[in-house]
């Protein structure tokens, strides 16, 4: 076992006292993350490779990430392509918005390249997971009270929004090539508002 899989699961140590993080730190190693599953997958992604092609040290990445698994989820995933609906009193445009962002979040090439892998990491670490789904949840919930459902006290995501990517994910992991595309879009939307009337 490599370093980087010897320290993956262990949690990240905080910075030292009055010194503040360096952003463009955090932005060259997204970046690097970002460039090398399109480059070598990830599978065979290390924190290593990331660390010299980002100009820093895998110390340097411990101390903003866990491990392999939540850099990737925050690179591939990142909680700015989410938004909360614009109430356009419109349910089934409201729809169609969740179901684009969805497309937005999963369709990059590095998501598709990184999602099996992730999974598996992700479910693996029930700390990594916890926090992959408190950023998820975040802007989706918006959707639950457009569409009038409630959730079981378990459920930290609307379930609309859980099939939505549900379906997604199922997608890409069954063909990878799988398209995403304007017709996926319109045929989703037009299956889950079948049970809404027009407004």
Do not use: C
Request: charged share 25%; no cysteine.
């Amino acid at each position: 076992m490599t370093a980087d899989g010897q320290r993956e699961n262990k949690r990240s140590t905080s910075s030292a006292p009055g010194r503040p993080r360096d952003g463009r730190i955090d932005a060259a190693i997204v970046a690097a993350t970002r460039e090398l599953i399109l480059e070598t997958g990830y599978p065979a992604l290390s924190l290593s490779a990331i660390a010299a092609r980002a100009g820093t040290t895998t110390a340097a990445i411990y101390r903003r990430w866990s491990g392999k698994a939540e850099l990737v989820h925050e690179a591939v995933l990142s909680a700015e392509t989410l938004a909360p609906p614009t109430g356009s009193g419109d349910v089934q445009q409201d729809i169609r918005a969740l179901v684009e962002i969805v497309r937005a979040m999963f369709n990059r090439p590095e998501v598709r390249v990184a999602l099996p892998g992730l999974i598996a990491d992700t479910v693996a670490s029930p700390e990594v997971h916890s926090q992959m789904i408190a950023r998820l949840a975040g802007d989706l919930t918006a959707f639950e009270s457009r569409f009038g459902q409630e959730r079981r006290d378990d459920d930290r995501l609307p379930m609309l929004a859980e099939v939505v990517a549900g379906t997604a994910i199922f997608r890409i992991l069954i063909r990878s090539d799988a398209a995403l595309d304007d017709a996926w879009v319109d045929q989703m939307v037009e299956l889950i508002t079948e049970r809404w009337p027009a407004s």
